[in-house]
């Protein structure tokens, strides 16, 4: 579909998996609120291992009964409306660190929009 093609941005929050908002994992509330504020696409990524600003290093292990892993949230979609959800979840973010980056959208294709 058109109106996704061309330069937008690229929002990447990065948490925790343990993080929570109210109760749940705060990853799901961003992804609700990213939902509900009509972001174009927004994805969440585990990663296997990470380090932050406590130089703590988290990683991957089978042993443990408990696991704190790097998440990240990826949503793009054009700048004004990334920053106007950004200010929407920043009393969210405890701890947490956001990047913005130009994209630019080449191809978008979904069969709910194919004529």
């Given at each position: 579909m058109k109106?996704?093609?061309?330069?937008?941005?690229?929002?990447?929050?990065?948490?925790d998996n343990d993080d929570k908002s109210d109760g749940k994992p705060l990853w799901q509330a961003i992804l609700q609120q990213a939902k509900e504020y009509g972001i174009a696409g927004a994805t969440v990524y585990?990663?296997?291992?990470?380090?932050?600003?406590?130089?703590?290093?988290?990683?991957?292990?089978v042993w443990s009964m408990s696991q704190t892993l790097p998440l990240i949230i990826e949503c793009i979609d054009t700048e004004a409306k990334i920053r106007g959800f950004l200010t929407s979840i920043e009393s969210h973010l405890q701890e947490a660190?956001?990047?913005?980056?130009?994209?630019?959208v080449l191809l978008y294709k979904h069969p709910k929009f194919e004529q």
């Open positions: 109106r996704y093609l061309g330069n937008r941005k690229k929002l990447k929050i990065y948490i585990k990663a296997v291992a990470g380090m932050g600003a406590h130089s703590e290093l988290h990683s991957f292990n660190l956001v990047t913005l980056q130009d994209v630019e």
